[in-house]
């Protein structure tokens, strides 16, 4: 514990103009603490230089082991007060989530110097609480497995092979090159990005199978993965098993194409000439576009991106689109669905779409002579630099383009397609007549659907499957791309998110990066995103642990295996430190040294409660996530925005850390009411740490329950999700609790006790 403590309080930045410091100073020196407070000071400027050396000559002349910092947020200067390994550093907020924020109560004076002394009390009882983590460092291998020899792959074996990595590309294929071997050319990946040019993949190959720092295994299996980031034994069959040791994975396994079968309302499985983009790439690779009905040349050929005919064919398996090449056999092997009705696929037409039919259309002016190329879509999407290559195409007389909403496709009596359309650019309604139809292929990534991995985990083979991405491998894409729910494996290219070769190529560089990140952090016994760089690490407290799996089950990240009996499993380089298991276990039996139960629950605890409501005023917590809550709650402070003088925040890493015991803490102190601030959930989840709001919801019903048996309104407990940019909604959010609950319900039946 932190024994030896200074408290410094900052009167910049209108603290000092709103607050007297030395009421907030004798907080501290007539605290329950102050015996481990012997330096207690105020500075005006409390991040200047001179002030800094100040508290560093006094943690040399008083041996101190803590600094307490009453100022600004903790996520502003955060590189400021660094005082060696030693010494512990709370910062507590008086700027944002006080002075700037507070709203006046006329009724209830005085209210700001309370909530500041809360606060203050809070900070020095919680680093009071608090240990200096000891890391666990592991030997580590150092070697990069890439799973997937196609263009992707490639990229990410060459990358990480410039970085000094051994590497060893594992592809199931014969040979190298994946779908990019079976395109005919590619979109513009260079100046002046006005023609399709070739895929480059052949000259990847050769780059790969001569450098000496690459191993290509090709017909390989991955049959297992053991063990954790840093610490990999890989079972790889290829002409017989090999063990292997890995430091962390790069997963580029690519896409397949989806099923063909939702193209039925646009004539795909009864015209005869009417073909998917993967098979008109293979024609092209192949050296002559035909009609299938009669193997002839085309004079003309449509290429339609609009499918709002086809989204009620089939079950959703990716609304995005891809257009590049296939082998026509794969993308005829997909199963019926039988459920049609409730169905959705290719929703939208995306990038990918319009692109791949304007690099078709031009194939069709290449090889085809005087043919003429019809491109109709529903929206034609081409972002940054192809916006180049979509002004090459309307400068070719020999290609239409139109937007367009298909009405119907269907067969003329001499083999032709006639096409139906309406809200074109034209104004009217329109048909054109084609010799051979283009629809697009969409594409399904090759994911933990089919175990891909073979994790030896104890949450499975795989990848949990997630609404919001469609089968592709999850991740949090706004703030973590290339992450997966499985810390060492780093996704890349179209099994992540459909995407050009360009961006295959920059999304291989950065998933090998995140690569050698996690390597070097679980070198040094360090977390990786989101609370990278943190030593902290789980304590379980075996004696009294019952068994009950709920930690291991409900670890977003399968950090935690367990044993015959059902005790925990640590494996320490998996563990994201978001606390998740500590808010499961109901016995109370997992810590961290840093943030533990005791720890909030005191913190808690120091917040003044007024026995009479009505002269002192209520009192709420607000347990607020730090990922996105906490900011949101800084932001609005930063534009103005000022809530309930009632409240009191208290940081959390996430609402999966939250544990009943500090609800139950609140309201037996007689607080009248608390709120769980987090990420957002859902269908569209964009929690940091993967399911801990949702976690914090199912445990909502718990709380509920036992607040029901001690006679205290359910309701007094609510959670709320924000993002990081909704800064604006929080005062509403905050206000909306105080009157539709508290004034509701009035003072909590336990206060006074």
């Known amino acids: 514990m932190a024994e030896k403590l200074g408290v410094y309080i900052c009167s910049g930045c209108d603290i000092g103009k709103a607050l007297e410091m030395a ?44 600094v307490v910092v009453c100022a600004c947020s903790p996520r502003v200067k955060w590189d400021i007060f660094k005082f060696g390994q030693a010494v512990q550093v709370e910062r507590v907020n008086l700027r944002e989530q006080c002075v700037w924020s507070f709203r006046e109560d006329e009724k209830v004076p005085g209210l700001l110097p309370l ?50 990595r051994d590497v060893v590309l594992v592809e199931k294929a014969a040979t190298l090159g994946g779908k990019a071997a079976t395109m005919y050319k590619t979109f513009p990946m260079s100046h002046p990005y006005l023609k399709a040019e070739d895929t480059g993949v052949e000259k990847l190959i050769a780059e790969v199978t001569s450098n000496a720092k690459i191993k290509v295994m090709t017909s390989a299996e991955l049959k297992s993965v053991e063990g954790a980031p840093g610490q990999y034994n890989v079972t790889v069959s290829a002409g017989g098993e090999q063990k292997l040791e890995i430091g962390a994975i790069v997963l580029a396994t ?28 293979a024609m092209a690779k192949a050296g002559s576009i035909a009609r299938p009905s009669d193997g002839k040349a085309p004079a003309s050929v449509a290429f339609l991106t609009d499918v709002s005919l086809c989204t009620k064919a089939v079950p959703a398996e990716e609304e995005a689109v891809e257009g590049e090449a296939a082998p026509a056999a794969e993308a005829e092997e997909a199963p019926a669905y039988p459920d049609k009705e409730n169905a959705k696929h290719l929703a939208y037409s995306s990038e990918l779409t319009s692109l791949v039919a304007l690099k078709q259309a031009g194939y069709v002016r290449e090889k085809l002579g005087d043919a003429v190329a019809f491109v109709l879509y529903d929206h034609m999407m081409v972002p940054g630099i192809n916006e180049r290559y979509y002004k090459a195409a309307q400068d070719d007389a020999g290609v ?107 999304d291989a560089a950065g998933a090998v990066l995140k690569a050698v990140q996690c390597i070097g952090s679980a070198n040094r016994g360090v977390a990786v995103h989101p609370r990278s760089g943190d030593v902290s690490y789980p304590v379980f407290n075996f004696q009294r642990c019952t068994q009950c799996k709920r930690c291991t089950e409900e670890c977003p990240f399968g950090a935690l295996d367990d044993d015959e009996k059902g ?32 720890q909030i629950g005191s913190m808690i605890k120091e917040v003044y409660v007024p026995d009479d409501m009505v002269a002192g005023g209520p009192r709420v917590i607000v347990l607020a996530c730090e990922n996105d809550a906490y900011p949101a709650l800084d932001m609005a402070a930063f534009r103005g925005k000022s809530w309930s003088p009632y409240v009191r925040f208290v940081p959390v890493r ?42 914090c919801s199912r445990r909502k019903t718990n709380i509920a329950e036992s607040l029901g048996r001690l006679g205290v309104e359910a309701e007094r407990v609510e959670q709320y999700e924000v993002s990081i940019d909704e800064y604006d909604k929080v005062p509403a959010i905050i206000e909306r609790f105080m009157t539709e609950v508290i004034t509701k319900f009035g003072p909590n039946p336990f206060k006074g006790y």
Request: net charge negative; hydrophobic share 40%; with cysteine.
């Open 654 to 695: 996430c609402l999966g850390s939250v544990n009943a015991i500090w609800v139950a803490d609140a309201i037996s102190k007689g607080v009248d009411g608390v709120i769980m601030l987090g990420c957002k959930y859902g269908p569209d989840y964009q929690c940091h740490f993967v399911k801990g709001s949702e976690l």
């Open 567 to 598: 005790t925990p499993k640590p494996n320490p380089t998996r563990c994201r430190r978001c606390g998740t298991c500590m808010g499961a276990c109901p016995e109370r039996v997992i810590s961290f040294d840093n943030y533990n139960i005791d």
């Open 254 to 281: 690519g896409w397949v194409p989806g099923d063909t079968g939702f193209l039925a309302p646009m004539g795909y499985g009864s015209i005869k000439n009417v073909v998917t983009a993967a098979e008109f790439e």
């Open 115 to 164: 909530m500041a002394k809360d606060y203050i009390k809070m900070g020095v009882m919680k680093l009071s609480k608090s240990r200096i983590p000891a890391p666990e460092v592991p030997e580590t291998f150092k070697t990069i497995m890439v799973l997937g020899g196609g263009f992707t792959g490639l990229n990410a074996a060459l990358e990480a092979a410039k970085l000094g």
């Open 400 to 506: 239409m383009l139109s937007k367009a909403t298909i009405t119907k496709v269907s067969e003329d009596a001499d083999g032709g397609v006639i096409v139906a359309a309406k809200d074109t650019l034209l104004g009217a309604d329109v048909e054109i007549k084609a010799d051979l139809v283009v629809l697009p292929t969409a594409i399904v990534p090759v994911t933990a659907h089919d175990a891909t991995m073979n994790l030896s985990y104890r949450q499975g083979p795989g990848f949990p499957e997630l609404e919001l991405f469609d089968g592709f491998v999850d991740s949090n894409y706004i703030c973590f791309p290339y992450e997966t729910r499985r810390t060492g494996v780093y996704a890349a290219g179209c099994v992540r998110q459909p995407m050009t070769l360009a961006n295959a190529k920059e």
């Open 23 to 66: 009421p907030l100073m004798e907080a501290v020196t007539k605290g329950k603490l102050a015996g481990n407070c012997p330096v207690v000071k105020q500075n005006p400027v409390l991040c200047s230089p001179e002030a800094v050396a100040e508290i560093e000559a006094d943690i040399a002349a008083n041996g101190l082991d803590g």
